[in-house]
């Protein structure tokens, strides 16, 4: 019998004990699962799916020193206490599998050590994509591939937001605030609409793919919050669909990742990736390009991976030397990234548009420029990221709203 303890119930929580205890009985390779110890300090949610009362767990300490528990399953969420719990339970010798971005992206280096100098291992692979298993299949591809990019759609409600917009013809505010409504984004959606989501997803991603610890702050990160309907009704009207994508690219020892609006040709398969649903394509070296597409989030989605991730552990299907993070690669930053930009410029009188245009005419040389009804837009030629991030700011003194977004015609 393979005992495991399961912190926190949770949206995902909730799912992870609903499936294990309709395959509780099932044998994996002669070995049955049950969950042993549950951490929560909501009764209610103990209550409410009636947690037998010799199952609760007291504290951390009822878990972690608990010589018949295996498996310690983290879907608490946040930072802090989880990031404690996944260490302890490493430290006493517990596989763990956790769906928490956050906590992988910021210390995947720092615990996949830790795992292995107890000889347990940590699994993430519910923490990017859902229900997609885009981390195994990774790694894989890595056995015979090199990864030279990563790019796609990894976030499911601004995916929503975007496609309801257009095709409702229908506010960012408002139609986040049906997404809310809907339980598709959070109360406060800012991890969503600013781009925090997908920006640990493709850390993971990329320190994976890249076999090199990638950082937070390596990537360029630009909000979706002050897109407008009028920025996908124009991208349409120049042939694109606007689309949140996450980037890695790696070329020459260097990488380069970015969270940005990003306009994509209409005829490109990821343009036409809609509402809640995810898209992640990797490019290997002897396979070429590998496109991964489903439900990425979801209480249901996310919980099947969670208990993959268990099967796996069960059935010695793991490997701890499977992902390495020993390669010298650095971040080029800004000074890597090279686009042609779409700008929109709300201005209030000539004044502000003669400002606005003066501007864009001292940094772009050659520009496609469109002006109707009190919005300025824009076409740039291709120009260095840190020249469009200094041309916003300038804008920005001189416009009430402006957003820009880089063009990308080469994306499957």
């Known amino acids: 019998m393979i005992h495991l303890a399961l912190l926190g119930l949770g949206t995902v929580g909730q799912g992870v004990y609903e499936i294990v205890n309709s395959v509780k009985d099932t044998s ?19 209550t409410l799916l009636g947690v037998p009362h010799e199952q609760i767990a007291g504290s951390i300490d009822d878990i972690v020193h608990d010589p018949d528990i295996n498996v310690v399953i983290s879907v608490l969420g946040g930072m802090e206490p989880e990031y404690t719990f996944i260490k302890e339970a490493l430290s006493n010798g517990k596989h763990v599998v956790t769906s928490n971005k956050a906590i992988v992206s910021s210390h995947l280096e720092e615990l996949l050590s830790l795992a292995i100098a107890n000889d347990v291992t940590i699994l993430f692979e519910a923490s990017v994509g859902g229900g997609i298993p885009i981390i195994s299949s990774l790694i894989e591809t890595l056995k015979i591939n090199e990864i030279s990019s990563i790019h796609g759609i990894l976030n499911g409600t601004t995916n929503y937001i975007l496609t309801r917009m257009k095709n409702e013809k229908r506010s960012f505010e408002e ?68 689309k949140y994508i996450g980037k890695a690219v790696m070329e020459n020892g260097t990488y380069t990742i970015s969270v940005t609006p990003t ?31 489903g439900k990425g989030a979801g209480k249901d989605a996310t919980a099947n991976a969670v208990v993959s991730d268990v099967l796996k552990v069960i059935t010695s299907d793991i490997a701890n030397d499977d992902i390495q993070l020993d390669s010298k690669a650095v971040s080029s930053g800004l000074e890597g990234i090279y686009n042609e930009y779409y700008i929109r410029i709300c201005v209030d009188d000539y004044k502000e548009f003669s400002k606005a245009v003066n501007l864009i005419a001292e940094i772009v040389k050659r520009n496609k420029l469109v002006y ?7 076409l740039t030629e291709k120009i260095p990221a840190q020249t469009m991030k200094t041309l916003y700011e300038k804008l920005q003194r001189v416009a009430q709203n402006v957003f820009y977004a880089r063009l990308e015609n080469n994306l499957l």
């Open 372 to 378: 109707s009804y009190g919005k300025l837009f824009v």
């Open 175 to 242: 139609v986040l605030k049906e997404a809310q409504r809907l339980g598709f984004a959070e109360a406060n959606p800012s991890a969503d609409i600013d781009g925090y989501d997908i920006m640990r997803k493709i850390c993971i991603l990329a320190s994976i793919a890249f076999k090199t610890p990638v950082k937070e702050e390596d990537v360029h990160l630009r909000t979706l919050s002050n897109v407008l309907l009028d920025d996908l009704q124009m991208a349409t009207y120049y042939g694109y669909e606007l």
């Open 28 to 46: 994996f390779r002669g070995k049955s699962i049950a969950i042993k110890k549950i951490l929560e300090r909501d009764t209610n949610k103990l």
């Open 263 to 293: 306009l994509i040709p209409k005829t490109s398969v990821i343009s036409n990736v809609n509402e809640e649903y995810n898209i992640i394509v990797i490019d290997g070296s002897i396979i070429g390009e590998l496109c991964f597409m």
